[in-house]
């Protein structure tokens, strides 16, 4: 429907660029399509605004250059407005997050459901990057808990171009129904972007780490580790999203693999809907555990 007005309004300057040879490419857009581009500007939906460029060159392609150079000056706008935000933001300003509130059906060690509770804070500034993950699973059964998982991580990035970046990762775990008590994890290594764009993003880590575990065996070990991660989102559309994050630590003790999928539906506003899965692995656990957890969730999401 969008195509056909594009067309439909440009039909004359375009008919009109086809008969004049000489027309330039950076004519004057037609009204009705300036109209339009201008509308997806105030929007401020940088999707919104290169689809209907792209539409527009194709209704008008003398206008070409116009268009583009009008859409290159609202980016540079855009971001050195923001610049000029974020350099006058103490570090309190800028956040932005969700929190997730949701239950699930599992299986594995302990086969049950329950209750799960997530926030994620983010604050992405010119050099730095700070991102905050706060999780807590814990489910009864007969008024005796059977699942009582509780995670917190934060993890500093310095951006050292607009792909690269350098990682700092902590990270505390406790889950005895998994065979520990306590484990904490540093690690600290190179990040690069492979795909940034306003739809969709990759992040790839990778660096050396260090962990300690506290078994409910009464054994501890400590080592060091190689860790990974992987940091996926694909914006299907303005409502709906999927994501994959995974973490995992190769070591000579205990290797672990923990990844989640999720698919994001808006509901209304900042409240949309989640379905999730996810996978804890174990190389090496204790007596009487398994090596795979896996948890099913539906959630519902906010944003702030």
Do not use: C
Not at 9 to 14: D, K, L, T, V, Y
Not at 147 to 155: C, G, M, Q, T, V
């Amino acid at each position: 429907m969008l195509i056909a007005l594009i067309l439909a309004a440009s039909a004359p300057s375009a008919a009109s660029g086809d008969g004049d040879p000489q027309t330039s490419r950076g004519a004057p857009v037609p009204p009705d399509l300036q109209d339009m581009l201008t509308a997806a500007m105030d929007s401020g939906n940088d999707t919104e605004v290169g689809t209907i460029a792209k539409y527009a060159v194709k209704a008008a392609p003398q206008s070409e250059k116009t268009i583009t150079d009008e859409v290159i000056a609202w980016r540079d706008g855009r971001t050195k407005a923001h610049e000029a935000k974020v350099e006058a933001a103490n570090f309190l300003d800028l956040w932005t997050g969700k929190a997730t509130l949701g239950g699930w059906v599992n299986t594995g060690n302990s086969p049950n459901v329950g209750l799960s509770g997530v926030v994620d804070l983010e604050r992405d500034g010119l050099q730095w990057r700070h991102k905050l993950h706060l999780q807590a699973d814990y489910q009864e059964s007969g008024h005796v808990a059977t699942r009582d998982h509780f995670l917190a991580s934060y993890e500093p990035n310095y951006k050292v171009d607009a792909r690269s970046y350098i990682y700092g990762s902590t990270q505390f775990e406790s889950d005895k129904f998994s065979g520990y008590y306590d484990r904490f994890s540093e690690s600290i290594g190179a990040g690069y972007s492979v795909l940034k764009r306003p739809n969709l993003k990759l992040d790839l880590e990778l660096g050396p780490a260090y962990r300690y575990t506290n078994y409910t065996d009464n054994t501890a070990q400590s080592s060091l580790a190689t860790r990974g991660s992987v940091d996926f989102k694909w914006q299907v559309s303005p409502s709906i999203s999927i994501t994959q994050q995974a973490d995992a630590y190769y070591e000579r003790f205990n290797s672990t693999v923990s990844g989640t999928t999720a698919l994001n539906t808006k509901v209304f506003g900042p409240l949309s809907a989640q379905f999730s899965y996810n996978v804890q692995y174990e190389s090496e656990p204790p007596p009487g555990s398994v090596s795979t957890d896996t948890i099913s969730r539906a959630s519902l999401v906010y944003s702030f």
